[in-house]
C-alpha cells in the first residue's frame, strides 16, 4: 500500500528520469505530488446555447446529427460535424485536427469544448471532452522535462491509493474556526472541483494551510533563537561615543534611533535578530558598523555579508576607512569564494584565534570551516538578495551571533509580515542632510546624443558618470558583450576622458581595481552591467545613464538610481528607453514620479500584481503556490495569530491535536520549498 509519505518512484511510470523532473519542481513524496496543485481552471462548463452568449467559451453536449466531413485545402483541412442540443442545431468546425473525426458516429452523445457563434448558430472547437468528466479542467504549471498531462495522469494514481488518509495539517479546531475543508476534501476539490464553487473553497483552505505552515516555520525559527539564549554583549559605550563622533558627518536622528534600538538588543542575554529597513542612501553601513564595533569593544568579533562580490570589497574598503581612527586597532579581511587557497587558509587559521575583529565577505561565509574565536554580530546587508535559510545557516555554524539583517525595503509594509515575520524591525525614515532629490529625466534613444552631452558637462565638472547597459536576461554573454560595445563607443567618442568597463565576467581582482579606480576618480566614467546594481557607493558620482531602461523592473531601477544621489551634488538619473508596453510606460513614469522606496514598491505590487512569482522573489518574499500574501494579507496575518496561538502552548509539539502538523513539519524540512 502507498501512503502520503512514500517516493512518488513507487507509482507507475515513474523512472529516474522522470523523478528528476518531479524532483526539479519540489516534488519527492505522493504528498508533495498531491500538494502539487493547478494554478488555475479551464471552465469547461456545459452549457446550452440559448443561454451562452456571442463569443464564450464554452462546452457543449449532445447527440451527434451529421457525420464529420473533413475537407483539405492545400496543407490546412477543416472538420464539420453537427451536434444537437436539446432542440437546437449548432454547426462545429475544427480546423487542422482531422483525427477528431474519427469518434464522431451520428447518434451517439459526445461533448466539444469551443467558441461559440451565436449569429450562426455555430461552434470552432478547441477539444473533445471526455462527455462524463468534471466541468472543470485543472491547469497545472509544467516544465521542459514533464507535461501537464503526466502530472494530471500522476496525480490521479497517487490519489486513488491514498485518497481519504491524508494527514490533516491544520489543527482540527482552527479548521472549524474558520470553515475550512477537511485535509482530504481540500485536495479532492483542488484537482477534481465539481464546479467553480468547490474549486473556491478548496483554493481558500489550501491557502490558508499554506499561510500557516509558513507561519509556523517562522515561529519555530523564532523558538530556536530564543533556545539559544544570546549572548550579554558588555560593550564599552564611552568608546562607542567616541567613534560616533569621529565620523566624518554628523549621524542623522533616524541613525541615532536605531543605533540605540541595536545596542539595547545587544545589551540583553536574548539573542538579535532585527532587519534594518531604509531607503537606499539612508547610511546603513555606518549603522552597522558602530553595532560591529560594539561587539569589538566588547572582546568579540564581526561579521557582514553581502551578495556580491563587488559590495563585499567595498564594505572592506569603506570599513577599514571608518575605523582607520579608532581607538582600538581593528583587522578587516575579506573573504570571498575567488579567494586563492592558501590566502583562505591563513584567514581561517586567524579568524579561529581571534586575530581577525571583522570578516568580510560574500555568502562563503557560511562554509561550514569558517569558525570563529567569538563571533558577537553578524550583519547580512541587502537581505532581501538571502533567503530564510541562509539567515538560519549564519545561526547555525556552531556560533550564535546576534543578527543584524540590512534592507533597502523594496517591499511595501503591508508584505514585510510575509518577508520578515520572524524578525524586529528598525527603521531609518530620513536621508542625510544636504541630500538633494535626484532628479530623473526620461529619454528616447534617438535623444541619447543629448544624455551624453549631460554627462560629459557633469564630468567636466568634476563629478562621475555611470553609463548602465541593457539588461539581457536570457544571456549573460550578450550582457556583456553589450557592454563592451558601449564602452568601446564612448572610449571613440570622449577619448580625453578616462574610461572603465565593469561586467560580470572579469575576475574578482579586475573588479576590485576598477571599483577602486572609480572610487578615486581614477576612472570618470564607468560602463557597467546591472553588476553594480547593489550597494556601490561613490559619492561624487552624480549622474547614471540606464540604457534600454524599459528592461529593468521597478526595484531595479530604484536600486540602480540609488547609486547616485549620495554625496551633497545634486544628482541625475537618466532613462533612456522607448518602451513598447503600457506597462514599461507606467514603470518609467513611475521612476521620474517619485524617489521614495516604498512609493515605488507600492505602485510596483499594483502595476504587477502580486501574481509576478520573479519579481516577488527579488524582493525576498517567498513564493507561494496557492495563496497570494498580496490580496489575501488578511489571510495571512490571521494565520500568524493562530501559528502564535498553537505555539505559546505549553508543549505544544506533544499534544495529540498537533500531532500530524508537528510530523508534517520535521518530515519537510529537509526540502521545504518556501525557504530556498
Ligand atoms: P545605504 O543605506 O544605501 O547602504 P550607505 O550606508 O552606503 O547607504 O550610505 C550612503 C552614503 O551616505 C555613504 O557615502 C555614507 O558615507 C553617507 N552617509 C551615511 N550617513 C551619513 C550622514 N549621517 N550624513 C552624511 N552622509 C552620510
Ligand atoms: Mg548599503
Known sequence: ???????????????????????????????????????????????????????????????????????????????????????????????????????????????????????????????????????????????????AKTIRHLIELAWAEVRGNMPTLVPKKIREKYRLLDRNAEIENMHFPSDMLSAKLARRSAAFEEFFIFQMRLQLLKLADQNF?????????????????????????????????????????????????????????????????????????????????ILAQQHAINLTQLFENADINLRIELLTSGLKASARRQIIEDLESGEIDILVGTHALLQPDVMFHHLGLAVIDEQHRFGVNQRAALRENGVNPDILAMTATPIPRTLSITAYGEMDISVIDQLPNGRKTIQTKRLSHNQLDSAMHFVKQQVDSGAQAYIVTPLIEESEALDVQNATAMYEFIKLT??????????????????????????????????????????????NATVMVILDADRFGLA???????????????????????????????????????????????????????GDILGTKQSGIPEFVVGDPVKDLTMMEIAQQEAITVVSKEGWDNLPENHDLVDYLSRTMAHYRYFD
Open 229 to 309: 539564549s544570546g549572548e550579554e554583549i558588555n560593550y564599552d559605550i564611552a568608546a562607542i561615543h567616541k567613534f560616533e563622533m569621529g565620523l566624518p558627518f554628523k549621524l542623522t536622528a533616524a541613525q541615532k534611533k536605531v543605533i540605540a534600538e541595536i545596542l539595547k538588543d545587544q545589551k540583553r542575554p536574548i539573542h538579535m535578530n532585527r532587519l534594518l529597513q531604509g531607503d537606499v542612501g539612508s547610511g546603513k553601513t555606518v549603522v552597522a558598523a558602530t553595532a560591529m564595533y560594539a561587539a569589538i569593544t566588547a572582546g568579540m568579533q564581526a561579521a557582514i555579508m553581502a551578495p556580491t562580490e
Open 494 to 539: 570622449y577619448p580625453e576622458y578616462r574610461i572603465g568597463l565593469l561586467h560580470g565576467r572579469l575576475s574578482n581582482d579586475e573588479k576590485k581595481q576598477l571599483m577602486a579606480d572609480f572610487k578615486a576618480n581614477d576612472i570618470q566614467i564607468l560602463v557597467a552591467t546591472t553588476v553594480i546594481e547593489v550597494g556601490v557607493d561613490v559619492p
Open 1 to 147: 500500500m502507498i501512503t502520503h509519505n512514500d517516493n512518488v518512484n513507487l507509482l507507475p511510470g515513474v523512472g529516474p528520469k522522470r523523478l528528476d523532473a518531479l524532483h526539479e519542481i519540489g516534488i519527492f513524496t505522493i504528498e508533495d505530488l498531491l500538494t502539487y496543485f493547478p494554478f488555475r481552471y479551464e471552465d469547461l462548463g456545459e452549457r446550452i446555447p440559448s443561454e451562452t452568449l456571442d463569443g464564450e467559451k464554452v462546452t457543449f453536449k449532445g447527440v451527434v446529427s451529421s457525420p464529420a466531413i473533413v475537407t483539405r485545402f492545400g496543407k490546412k483541412n477543416q472538420t464539420r460535424f453537427g451536434l444537437l442540443i436539446e432542440h437546437e442545431n449548432v454547426r462545429v468546425t475544427f480546423f487542422n485536427q482531422p483525427w477528431v473525426a474519427q469518434n464522431i458516429t451520428v447518434g451517439e452523445e459526445v461533448a466539444v469544448y469551443g467558441t461559440y457563434n451565436a449569429a450562426k448558430a455555430s461552434m470552432t472547437g478547441m477539444k473533445m471532452i471526455n462527455a462524463s468528466i468534471d466541468a472543470l479542467d485543472p491547469i497545472y504549471p509544467a516544465t521542459k522535462k514533464i507535461t
Open 556 to 610: 531595479q531601477l530604484h536600486q540602480l538610481r540609488g547609486r547616485v544621489g549620495r554625496g551633497e551634488r545634486q544628482s541625475y538619473t537618466i532613462l533612456v528607453a522607448d518602451p513598447k508596453t503600457d506597462y514599461g510606460t507606467a514603470r518609467l513614469d513611475a521612476m521620474v514620479e517619485t524617489t521614495n522606496g516604498f512609493i515605488l514598491a507600492q505602485r510596483d505590487l499594483e502595476l504587477r500584481g502580486s
